[in-house]
């Protein structure tokens, strides 16, 4: 009987945390959910002639916009992650969330994870945006406008129980907002070459999978049973060729021929052109050789 006593105070104690935890994620969050933010960035200069559209379209299909949006930016439910999360991309048409927004809240969203009331966006990248050239926003945002105005409703995303511990714990980068610099600048794009200036540019894509250095990670916010990804920096490319690298963002594959896992989205990076490429792989193998996963 003192046993089961003891068992029972057992269980009323970690249920009485679990609790207590519960209410700590939930209000840190609606904390974090509450917050607003202020972006004063100059205008943008909008353009919306053919050059600047198909500007904004191989943007959006090669910088992963499509990977959660959907190719026809009408939105889609990007993963769902049991008691963590819902991810939903939403409807980017004029027919959805940018319905009426101005080009310079749009451009807020896309770079400083701000909505239009000034609040912070759930799991939008905008870290790997925060320093995307005024003229390549631009033309995202008149690609963006341009869409057929469709009112597909894909759903809210959700941020579920054991999300919001995570988040509280600061185990799971919810509100990329808090850790932007919302300073106002104008952002200058470096000269398309393939160079090493170009390539570090275009590999802030790269750092929220990667992580900063691109020594590789396991993927914020994914299940254990994600794979990692690999590190990018000569120790994890080891022997790579630059035709290796190709034919790993073009096709897929290793150099020993297997599947890169369907969670690298090769196929968007499949979309660049070559100088592009090139110009990460020249960034990729002058980084200092770092120590990290795969």
């Known amino acids: 009987m003192r046993v089961l006593k003891w068992a029972g105070r057992a269980l009323v104690v970690l249920l009485a945390a679990a609790a207590l935890l519960l209410a700590f994620g939930w209000l840190r969050t609606q904390q974090g959910l509450a917050r607003t933010y202020v972006v004063a960035d100059p205008p943008l200069q909008v353009s919306r002639d053919a050059d600047a559209l198909a500007r904004g379209a191989h943007l959006f299909a090669t910088r992963g916009c499509a990977d959660c949006h959907g190719d026809d930016a009408r939105g889609r439910v990007v993963f769902e992650a049991g008691p963590v999360m819902k991810i939903v991309g939403p409807n980017l048409t004029p027919g959805g969330v940018l319905e009426g927004v101005t080009p310079d809240r749009i451009a807020a969203a896309i770079r400083h994870g701000v909505k239009p009331d000034g609040r912070a966006m759930v799991f939008m990248p905008s870290q790997e945006f925060a320093g995307m050239a005024d003229s390549d926003v631009a033309a995202l945002v008149a690609f963006l406008q341009s869409q057929p105005a469709s009112g597909n409703d894909p759903g809210r995303s959700e941020i579920r129980p054991l999300g919001r511990v995570l988040y509280a714990l600061g185990r799971l980068p919810l509100l990329p907002a808090e850790d932007i610099d919302h300073a106002p600048r104008q952002r200058a794009e470096p000269v398309v070459a393939a160079s090493a200036e170009y390539g570090a540019y275009l590999a802030e894509g790269c750092k929220g999978c990667h992580g900063g250095t691109l020594a590789g990670q396991h993927v914020p916010g994914t ?19 630059r035709e290796d690298f190709h ?8 150099p020993d021929g297997t599947a890169i896992a369907t969670f690298m989205p090769w196929q968007a990076y499949s979309k660049m052109t070559d100088v592009e490429l090139d110009a990460l792989w020249t960034y990729l ?3 200092p050789p770092a120590p990290g996963k795969g």
Request: net charge positive.
């Open 247 to 254: 034919r790993a963002l073009r096709q897929g594959k290793r």
């Open 285 to 287: 193998r002058q980084l």
């Open 223 to 241: 299940p254990p049973s994600f794979p990692d990804a690999r590190n990018l920096t000569p120790t994890g490319l080891g022997a790579w060729s």
